[in-house]
T-cell receptor
Framework: GENVEQHPSTLSVQEGDSAVIKCTYSDSASNYFPWYKQELGKRPQLIID?????GEKKDQRIAVTLNKTAKHFSLHITETQPEDSAVYFC???????????FGDGTTLTVKP | DAGITQSPRHKVTETGTPVTLRCHQTENHRYMYWYRQDPGHGLRLIHYSYGVKDTDKGEVSDGYSVSRSKTEDFLLTLESATSSQTSVYFCATQGQFSEQYFGPGTRLTVT
């Protein structure tokens, strides 16, 4: 089955700095790569996603890159703000099978 | 939040008792999922459903069963709860573009 590794497990940055979270996957059948943000005590919510036919996608301060050959994808947050503090999960999805495998999560802390 | 609710939101039960968690969705999504979330393990798939009466196992299915008799409801049953099943349980549905929408979660404590 699919195996997703996510690094780092914790990340602390100063407000205004950039943050990068990286994930690798193993199954070539995975073709959809979403990122979810989970605030303390809340449910995970989708913040950005990318499909296997795209190399990069950007939405304001958030961007995601995908390298299919190397089987890794990354989340980039620029100009971080305290409200970006949360746990971030990557996932690798076989959209045809309807199954997702999640990374273990990264706890991001943005210090004011 | 894609109209997903879970009940109960909190439950404390004793080892050996059966427990059923309910997930209800109003979006008519075909795929539904049950995950458990534990510190350091992210979200792990327990079971999922790809239609009424169509279900399959995930990576941590031992000790759990599911049923889906209607599109909107997906039940997770712990046949005989154990302390290792203390966790936060999330239900999710899959939207049109493969994105997942999560319910608010159920915090289960097995004593």
């Amino acid at each position: 089955g699919e195996n997703v590794e996510q690094h780092p497990s914790t990340l602390s940055v100063q407000e205004g700095d950039s943050a990068v979270i990286k994930c690798t996957y193993s199954d070539s059948a995975s073709n959809y790569f979403p990122w979810y943000k989970q605030e303390l005590g809340k449910r995970p919510q989708l913040i950005i996603d990318i499909r296997s036919n795209v190399g990069e996608k950007k939405d304001q301060r958030i961007a995601v890159t995908l390298n299919k050959t190397a089987k890794h994808f990354s989340l980039h947050i620029t100009e971080t703000q305290p409200e970006d503090s949360a746990v971030y999960f990557c996932a690798a999805t076989d959209a045809n099978a309807g199954k997702s495998t999640f990374g273990d999560g990264t706890t991001l802390t943005v210090k004011p | 939040d894609a109209g997903i609710t879970q009940s109960p939101r909190h439950k404390v039960t004793e080892t050996g008792t059966p427990v059923t968690l309910r997930c209800h969705q109003t979006e008519n999504h075909r795929y539904m999922y049950w995950y458990r979330q534990d510190p350091g393990h992210g979200l792990r798939l327990i079971h999922y459903s790809y239609g009424v009466k169509d279900t399959d196992k995930g990576e941590v299915s031992d000790g759990y069963s599911v049923s889906r008799s209607k599109t909107e409801d997906f039940l997770l049953t712990l046949e005989s709860a154990t302390s290792s099943q203390t966790s936060v349980y999330f239900c999710a549905t899959q939207g049109q573009f493969s994105e997942q929408y999560f319910g608010p979660g159920t915090r289960l404590t097995v004593t």
